[in-house]
Antibody, heavy 124, light 109 residues
Framework: EVQLLESGGRLVQPGGSLRLSCAASGFTFSNYGMTWVRQAPGKGLEWVSVISGSGGSFYYADSVKGRFTISRDNSNNTLYLQLNRLRAEDTAVYFCAKDLEEQWLGPVAMEDYWGQGTLVTVSS | QSALTQPPAASGSPGQSVTISCTGTSSDVGGYDYVSWYQQHPGKAPKLIIYEITKRPSGVPDRFSGSRSGNTASLTVSGLQAVDEADYYC?????????FGGGTRLTVL
């Protein structure tokens, strides 16, 4: 059974940093691209970033480019998102999700399994 | 690119069909076959129900169908059931990124 478990969300001050983790199990982690999607309270979904199975390719939304860094540790089946220079508008539940296809397609937003999310609150 | 445009709300009675639109541009919805639809119930993670415009993941009922005409994609839910009441989001590949629609709240009357 595929399972994705996010952690690391908490209250952080504007300008601060945070690292989110997503522990994966139930599939061959290194074979699949992985995606982060966020959802501000009461708002819609926003695509954040995607990384290839090998970790060698990645893409970011314009709103986080230069501030967030996606990475993965295939030996520990874990996906990461480093959040720097946080702003109030980054407040959201952050979901990690597994790409549907083994073939790396880039940022195509086809995710078949999702975690339950971790809440990041940016406030002073 | 801005978010794709969806109607904020849609509704239908049990057994009826409802169609939700998702309008983009030739740089996203109209330019690539990577259009997906997600269903999200309150407090839950999104669920993929349509990918590559028309395809359904295994386990998704055939009451859900997708299509595209020009720069507008559509999701049709046939034979509406109470369990279909949820938020629906479209998404599309847009070059070096993906984008979502603003979401449509489907109410089953």
């Amino acid at each position: 059974e595929v399972q994705l478990l996010e952690s690391g969300g908490r209250l952080v001050q504007p300008g601060g940093s945070l690292r989110l983790s997503c522990a994966a199990s139930g599939f061959t982690f290194s074979n699949y691209g992985m995606t982060w999607v966020r959802q501000a309270p009461g708002k819609g979904l926003e695509w954040v970033s995607v990384i290839s199975g090998s970790g060698g390719s990645f893409y970011y939304a314009d709103s986080v480019k230069g501030r967030f860094t996606i990475s993965r540790d295939n030996s520990n089946n874990t996906l990461y998102l480093q959040l720097n220079r946080l702003r109030a508008e980054d407040t959201a539940v952050y979901f990690c999700a597994k790409d549907l296809e083994e073939q790396w397609l880039g940022p195509v937003a086809m995710e078949d399994y999702w975690g339950q999310g971790t809440l990041v609150t940016v406030s002073s | 690119q801005s978010a794709l445009t969806q109607p904020p709300a849609a509704s239908g009675s049990p057994g009826q069909s409802v169609t939700i639109s998702c309008t983009g541009t030739s740089s996203d919805v109209g330019g690539y076959d990577y259009v997906s639809w997600y269903q999200q119930h309150p407090g839950k993670a999104p669920k993929l129900i349509i990918y590559e415009i028309t395809k359904r993941p295994s386990g998704v009922p055939d009451r859900f169908s997708g299509s595209r005409s020009g720069n507008t994609a559509s999701l049709t839910v046939s034979g509406l059931q109470a369990v279909d009441e949820a938020d629906y989001y479209c998404s599309s590949y847009a070059g070096s990124k993906a984008i979502f629609g603003g979401g449509t709240r489907l109410t089953v009357l």
